[in-house]
């Protein structure tokens, strides 16, 4: 049998240092190359076969993985939270946290993290796009409302953003002067396009061949829309990953954090690990849900009794979590199962 060789990366934006060993811990070979796929080319010459590697997650990642991926026997990516070893080194530098690396993969002790498709990251950067698209518009709506109240201009706040109470106002209001309208002419056209732009970006990925059966048996989930069902898709990838309903939920931020020691349990308020782009789709979800699905609307007021509307809104969304593990898992509409008809079984 030939023997593995293993090789421990360590990501820059301009440079990659790595270190590769055998199956008994000797040092290959080591030392930096230039973060161009040129060089990786190059670099994967020298490499004795078969090989696998293994990097840490950061921004540079994505392509690194997909130029590496078809020419090694394994590829994996570290969970940066968890490599706990090189974080608390005394000493630290680029070609020991690829030496650290490289034991922790030929070790089996890496914190291996999950790697979507690059379709599905390819789509999951569009959808991100378009969750800036809504902050800045949202941030020039705030500003829109800010000029009219630093010049004491009085608006109907419901209709501001409406096109034809917009045009009505500055050519109606004496208090509106050249230089401000002006100004907020230009955030108006700058909203408008903002608008365009993010309906496009949501169209051509309900259409996408790679999605649209999945988003659809999503949508059938009372509460679940476009833009949850699509990011759930894009952000969760394979729902399979997940063993259970609870890690799901943990996965998405839904819950707090454990600290226990001996007969001391301490629950903390909900986690920073978590995939924040789902958190905040589903509670904005979960908000909405009771208005459009009797069965969480009663979830939500018998868990509003029990303390207050935070605690009922992260219940529903829970809840939702559970629903869209269900169909994506079994790839069947939602069906909601009458008790009358539970009972009678």
């Known amino acids: 049998m030939q023997s593995m060789y293993y090789s ?17 811990g000797k040092i290959h070979a080591e030392g930096t190359i230039p973060a161009t796929r040129f060089d990786l080319d190059r670099w994967m010459r020298t490499l004795p076969q078969p090989w696998t590697a293994a990097m840490e997650a950061t921004v540079f990642t994505g392509w690194i993985y997909d130029h590496l991926l078809p020419h090694a026997a394994a590829l994996k990516v570290a969970h940066p939270l968890m490599l706990r070893a090189i974080a608390a080194a005394k000493k630290k530098n ?31 950067r569009a959808l991100r796009y378009r969750n800036l698209l809504v902050r800045q518009m949202v941030q020039m709506k705030n500003k829109i409302s800010g000029l009219l109240m630093e010049a004491g201009v009085n608006y109907n706040k419901q209709r501001l953003h409406k096109a034809g109470y917009f045009r009505e106002l500055l050519a109606t209001n004496p208090d509106i002067d050249e230089g401000l309208c002006a100004l907020l002419r230009l955030c108006r056209e700058t909203v408008v396009r903002l608008q365009k ?9 309900e259409r996408d061949a790679l999605l649209v059966e999945r988003v659809e048996r999503l949508m059938s989930i009372p509460a679940v829309g476009p833009i949850t069902a699509l990011t759930w898709a894009l952000e969760i990838g394979d729902v399979q990953r997940f063993s259970s309903i609870k890690k799901a939920i943990s996965y998405c931020g839904l819950c707090g954090a454990e600290k226990s020691s001996g007969p ?4 903390t308020p909900l986690s920073k690990q978590r995939n924040k782009h789902l958190q905040t789709t589903l509670i904005e979800a979960a908000k909405m849900a009771p208005r459009n699905s009797p069965e969480l609307a009663i979830l939500y007021d018998r868990e509003k009794q029990k303390g207050n509307a935070n605690r009922a809104t992260l219940a529903v969304a829970r809840k939702l979590v559970a629903y869209l593990v269900a169909v994506d898992r079994r790839q069947k509409q939602f069906l909601v199962v009458e008790k009358e008809n539970c009972a009678a079984a």
């Open 264 to 267: 001391t349990v301490q629950r």
């Open 94 to 124: 680029d070609h020991i946290d690829a030496s650290k690396i490289c034991d922790c993969l030929r070790c089996d002790f890496l914190p291996e993290c999950y790697m979507a498709s690059t379709a599905i990251r390819e789509r999951r």
């Open 8 to 24: 421990g990366l360590d990501v820059h934006k301009r440079s990659i240092s790595y270190c590769v060993k055998d199956g008994g």
């Open 197 to 205: 732009t993010e309906s496009a970006v949501v169209r051509s990925l």
